[in-house]
């Protein structure tokens, strides 16, 4: 990034949609972004009228060619493999090798991951990357995460994501000391696994970078009870899609009642207003950007099926997490918590040799 110019790698062949909400998402964050350029990789003999059409684009965008792309499909392993010469790949490589600042991708989220851990490596003090996105509660937002990259996490694993999801609040909402919980079974301290008590156990030391508020449960993270919830990567991706269940349910169960009788449809146009306030507020577009926090670089993936104005949102993450240093702060936050537990291991260790004695 040089002064407030921010360039971003573009996956223009990645997505349901692709290319043509790629390139409308870039155009409409080209306005919202001032001093934004884009690397646009992908076919170049379809991207090249798409951009001409959309008047001022094309003086802030670069299109690079690339001859393949990774297949919606297509497993991580293949794509490593059988894809180095994909759009994905190519603007992967763009931002770890430093010619952009950040990449956005709308496709194959393990092939996405899998390119990213090989061409960007781990920052140092994080061992596995951590998919990270804000949900709708009723304070505001929470951040999320793991919500699927891990199945398995121990408890080190646990206090890593704790610190990157403290830090990307911190960056996304503004906060100056997001309050964590760690998902689990109950609030009480005995509740849960040893991996989740030994996690707690060393974001409550002394000196944590994070503020940590203990255990929470499912319903806590609809009521917003904390800035961030961390959960292993099969536990965050199991509530994510029963989050995401329940409100489609309860939508269609709202439109099946207003369909009822005419009263119904009359009482719908009265508070069309209120409606219109409600898709807003929980509208998925507004929230579309899920990170891969740990990574020795900014990787956004977009949600595959959608339109140019959630991937313009997916690029406002992007922006957000290079212009204000996330990467910088997360080595921080990260290196913290490695001086909290190398401080802590001498004296369990003495511990353990005196028999547990005080």
């Known amino acids: ?30 306005e919202r972004y001032p001093g934004t350029t884009f690397l646009l990789f992908g076919d170049q003999a379809r991207l090249t009228p798409l951009v001409d059409k959309r008047k001022g684009l094309a003086s802030v965008l670069e299109i690079v060619p690339a001859e393949d792309a990774v297949l919606a499909d297509d497993k991580p392993s293949f794509a490593l493999r ?20 950040t990449v956005v991708s709308a496709g194959n989220t393990g092939a996405f991951l899998a390119i990213s851990m090989v061409a960007m490596r781990m920052l140092e003090g994080a061992h596995r990357p951590a998919l990270a996105s804000l949900l709708p509660t009723a304070r505001g937002e929470t951040v999320m ?12 694993n646990l206090a890593e994501f704790a ?47 994070v503020d940590f508020h203990g255990f929470v449960e499912g319903n806590d993270i609809g009521a917003g009870t904390t800035d961030v919830v961390v959960a292993d990567g099969f536990t965050g991706n199991v509530a994510l899609k029963t989050i995401e269940g329940t409100a489609k349910l309860y939508t269609q169960f709202v439109r099946d009642a207003f369909r009822t009788s005419t009263f119904a449809k009359i009482g719908y146009l009265f508070a069309s207003g209120a409606w219109v306030k409600l898709s807003k507020r929980v509208d998925p577009r507004r929230r579309n ?66 028999g547990g004695a005080a």
Request: charged share 25%.
């Open 1 to 30: 990034m040089s002064g407030d110019k921010i360039v971003l790698a573009l996956d223009g062949m990645g997505g349901d949609h692709a290319p043509d909400v790629v390139v409308a998402g870039a155009d409409i964050a080209r």
């Open 82 to 101: 059988r894809r180095r010469k994909s759009s994905m790949w190519l603007a992967v490589e763009a931002a770890a090798q430093g010619r952009a600042d």
């Open 145 to 156: 995460l793991d919500l699927g990259a891990n199945l398995d996490c121990d408890a080190d």
């Open 163 to 209: 610190v990157m999801g403290s830090v990307f609040a911190q960056v996304l909402l503004g906060l100056d000391r997001p309050k964590v919980g760690l998902l689990n079974v109950g609030s009480e301290e005995l509740k849960g696994h040893e991996e989740l008590r030994q996690a707690a156990a060393m974001l409550r030391l002394e000196g944590s970078p």
């Open 289 to 354: 950007g899920a990170v891969f926090l740990g990574l020795d670089g900014v990787c956004v993936k977009s949600h595959g099926g959608t339109d140019e104005l959630g991937f313009a949102y997916a690029i406002g993450v992007a922006v957000d997490l290079v212009r204000y240093e996330y990467k910088s702060k997360l080595i921080e936050g990260l290196g913290k918590l490695q001086q909290v537990r190398s401080a802590e291991a001498p004296a369990t260790s003495a511990l353990q040799a005196s």
